[in-house]
């Protein structure tokens, strides 16, 4: 029953957030990096993950019997990780930018509209090559998929709000990644290729539930672990995007997406631990 869920979770994650970013790209909406949708999006996804970090994984993780500064120090390692993770994609990428400007290709008008893109996208999830994207984005999928099953394996409302909250963030990178790949092939191969990458999240739900039943004692380590992620990925990827200069109107409307993505996240938990407890 777990296990099917997690699959069932990952795949409606992984691919459903694709088809909703291809959704908002048909409809004009990510096309503007100060667009109140994409904002409105970027606001509930930042709520969601922070909600989802504090107000569930992390709860659950010290409901255990581990040590308090034991799994303190788990997030702090998870947060420098995924810092360090980040430094290495960019490396990566930026050795990549250096080899086009010497090796001039097609793929110039791609980079081009890349940098017009930037400031409202994730900036190292734009690439030259399409397959190097799609490989770094399964290699992330894979990831999701092991953090939702970690949240899974606790409960199963516990993994539903992962993976809704893991929806939300992989949106917004998923609108990215298309922008990209439409300038080479065409716009449904686009979504298909990264549908595919996509569904990788639900190989790593499968990795991540038997990692996690055959591990069980180390499963706060595993919530912690998640939360660190979530974290990492509102206050150094999504917020600094929403920090700009706006007007009154605009800056409410932010922040009451931010309240949104929070209270949501609470209420259901609320229900989650009302119908646990039961």
Not at 167 to 181: K, N, Y
Not at 204 to 216: K, T
Request: aromatic fraction near 8%.
């Amino acid at each position: 029953m777990t296990l099917a869920a997690i699959i069932l979770a990952t795949l409606a994650s992984g691919i459903g957030s694709v088809w909703v970013a291809n959704f908002l790209l048909q409809a004009g909406l990510g096309k503007s990096s100060r667009s109140g949708a994409q904002q409105g999006l970027l606001s509930l996804a930042a709520g969601a993950l922070l909600a989802t970090a504090f107000m569930h994984l992390l709860p659950e993780a010290f409901n255990s019997e581990a040590s308090a500064h034991d799994l303190f120090m788990t997030l702090l390692i998870g947060v420098v990780f995924f810092f360090l993770l980040t430094k290495a994609e960019l490396w990566h990428h930026g050795h990549e930018h250096a080899h086009a400007a010497h090796h001039p290709t097609s793929h110039d008008h791609a980079h081009a509209h890349d940098g017009h893109e930037h400031e409202g996208h994730h900036h190292h999830h734009h690439r030259g090559g399409g397959w190097s994207l799609l490989t770094g984005d399964s290699v992330h999928c894979f990831g999701d998929g092991v953090l939702i099953a970690s949240a899974f394996v606790v409960d199963i409302r516990l993994g539903l709000i992962a993976a809704v909250s893991v929806l939300a963030h992989e949106v917004p990178h998923h609108i990215g990644d298309l922008v990209v790949l439409r300038q080479s092939t065409h716009r449904n191969l686009a979504v298909l290729k990264v549908s595919l990458a996509g569904a990788v999240t639900a190989l790593g739900g499968i990795a991540g539930y038997f990692l996690v039943g055959y591990f069980e004692e180390l499963q706060p380590y595993f919530l912690t672990i998640a939360s660190s992620s979530f974290v990492y990925v509102a206050l150094s990827d999504l917020i600094p995007q929403l920090q700009k200069r706006l007007s009154a109107k605009e800056t409410l409307v932010q922040v009451l997406w931010l309240i949104t993505g929070i209270v949501l996240v609470t209420v259901v938990s609320g229900l989650a631990h009302s119908g646990h407890a039961h």
